[in-house]
């Protein structure tokens, strides 16, 4: 099968100069490319950053478990290191330390605060727009490329759940940017037949893992099969390169992982979630099988089924009341777009996009790169079942249909944020089979209804989310129906009128684009508003828990809006003075997260005075702690108000890790590391009654009076 494409032209005939300097082709591109295209994308790009950074300041110390976490390593690489909550390095977070390193290294060169912290993670964000919009032109091609990679770039940008997350310290911006890395090395690959693009896609696969662990293989059943399809050169020599990339990527995952099961346990923190302080049970259990198949696996997981958070599993997950505003919008189009995309590219190579096409390319017809491919014996491409166009297609599909299958069906732990793993491909998709269905539309009656329906079936579900909120923007959703049918019936009319409109299509064409994105556009600019929830990010109106994809997801009444749960600090991100957490920024006691059991419920941290800091300070001596408390969670909010102090966080993430035990803590007061505990108000006593019993029998009740408190709530005990 052969599409006839137009040889390439002089120089000369390009509408621009033969060549362009440096500055020149940052701002306008290469010689070759259309002159909307890099202006357009640089556009893109732009909104992009002002989306994710806009503001950034008011997100204060975002997720403050995490942030903790940047802060210590800033004052002790073995805390950086193992990712460590403390900087006396107790316990580590319940996740590999890669993305800390990140924003710890940021942190280290410009000094911690909110912006140090969170700029790379919108940066991340943008760089991953910019992969995407590369990876789609490549695939396609042409100045139809360029116009599929700015609608994928488009898409990417405005997807909510996106820009929520690429405001915030959550590990899934940087376990983002390198799968779409990876996917442009991969389709790369499937293109050129190098091994050695193929084993840098393995080795950014392998740093994701170090992110978020298992998460990152969700990619290896699109990544695998298709460049075994589709790549160049005879299959053993395809499956060989894969085998290769395999061990690179086996080594890149695990080294972290090996060093730290393989160092002494008394010389490094407990690893958090783990509940035989192993990285391996980590990742098999708490942040691997566990959430695929429900009841996280020991103390940190206690059995119970946190999926709530997003909803009940199923097939209808992402488009319920929880998540379907964050990243459903474009899923029917993708879908369409995918099938359709599949059956132009093979079936029909007049649906090809050609670089003649008047229709699309109007004037600057013949501007654009000519297709890469192999090239049969009179100088036509051939499109054959290896195409790349048909090849980048599967990877995406591959990509959103394991994504979706998981998402969905996971029985444990899942929160909205985690679909933003779903935008690369959405995007990608509705780019790519978007400008497919817009040149079948103009060549074959047979395909021509299929750009009218996906855009009228858009616009029939954006309608629907629009609509589980009434009060917030009413209009909104009568405004995108109304453009979304106008758009598809126009496009239908002018079709069935005969050739000759292509300009009133093209209109028609922009009013569908603009009444698809005028949803997630919507949604997208809320966490602009004010501070994210920063443990549960999500964008759009304000909904109670369960009952929409709103910004109060996590089950606070009423949709509580702002830092609640976690995001410490004053706009600048620098540590407050007083108590642990700002008025109205801490969480509600007895918020904690359901279902893991263990020392206890919500953040103890934030009910500790500035006048109980400053006697544990004059009171510590030498001790490595300033004091103990029941869980990380808690014992972040000690560690920013403090500007980094150690403080043992001894349950782990809500305080059901097993890394405290009796005779680990006599061993820290005899050896003076630790002079001072908390109980109470849902402290140890709830989760460990050995080592409350031993406190109480051997330790001395502090008055409050003696540091000018007045909580009767929980109790300071002074130890040794």
Known sequence: MTVDVKQPVAAGDHHG?????????????????????????????????????WALGGNGYA????????????QSWKAFFFGAVDAGSFITVDKPPF??????????????????????????????????????????????GHAAGLVAALVMTLTPITVAINRDNNPDTILVL???????????????????????????????????????????????????????????????????AGVVLLVSSAWWMVVVDL??????????GSTDNTVWDLVIGYNGLGRVFGGEAGPAGGGGNRAGFGGASGVGRLFNDIIAGQISWLIPFAILALVAGLFLARRHPASVPSLTDESFTGRHAGEGRLPTGPRSGDGRLTVGRRSGLRASLLLWAGWLVVHYAVFSFSAGTFHPYYTTALAPAVSALTGLGGVLMWQAYHRTRAWAWA??????????????????????????????????????VGLIVLRLGGRGRARLAAVALVLGIVGGLAGPAAFALTPLASGLNATNPSAGPETGFGGGGGRGGMGFPGGMRGRAFGAQGGPTG????????????????????PGRGGFGGGDR????????????????????WLLAVSDAKSASSIILSTGGEPVIGMGGFTGGDPAMTVAKLKEYVSSGQLKYIMLGGGGPERGNDEITTWVKANGTPVNASEYGGTDTTQSLYKLG
């Open 17 to 53: 100069p033969a060549s362009r300097g440096r500055l020149s082709r940052v701002m306008l591109g290469s010689a070759g490319d259309p002159r909307w295209a890099r202006p357009a994308l640089l556009g893109v790009l732009a909104l992009a950053a002002v989306l994710y950074t």
């Open 63 to 74: 997720n403050s478990y995490y942030s903790a976490a940047i802060l210590s390593g800033t």
């Open 99 to 144: 993305a800390l390193w990140v924003m710890g290294l940021s942190a280290r060169v410009f000094g911690f605060g909110t912006w140090s912290m969170l700029l790379p993670q919108a940066l991340a964000g943008v760089g991953s727009v910019a992969l995407v919009h590369s990876a789609v032109r490549r695939a396609l091609g042409g100045v139809q």
């Open 178 to 244: 390198l799968l779409v890395a990876a996917a442009w090395l991969c389709a790369e690959a499937v293109r050129t037949g190098r091994l050695r693009t193929l084993v840098f896609c393995g080795l950014l696969v392998g740093l994701a893992f170090n992110t978020k662990m298992l998460q990152a293989y969700l990619v290896l059943p699109a990544f695998a099969p298709v460049y075994l399809y589709a790549a160049p050169g005879r299959f053993v020599r395809r499956l060989g390169h894969l085998l290769v």
């Open 263 to 272: 160092w002494p346990a008394a010389d490094r923190p407990y690893i958090g």
């Open 451 to 488: 750009l009218p329906l996906g855009i009228a079936v858009t616009g029939a579900w954006a309608f629907v989310v629009l609509r589980r909120t009434p009060d917030w923007t009413p209009w909104l959703a009568y405004a995108v129906a109304a453009l979304c049918a106008v758009a598809a």
């Open 574 to 593: 620098n540590p407050p003075s007083g108590t642990g957490s700002p008025s109205g920024t801490g969480s509600p006691s007895g918020t904690g997260a």
């Open 605 to 624: 941290g934030e009910n500790v005075s500035a006048a109980m800091l400053s006697y544990l300070n004059k009171n510590r001596g030498g001790a490595t």
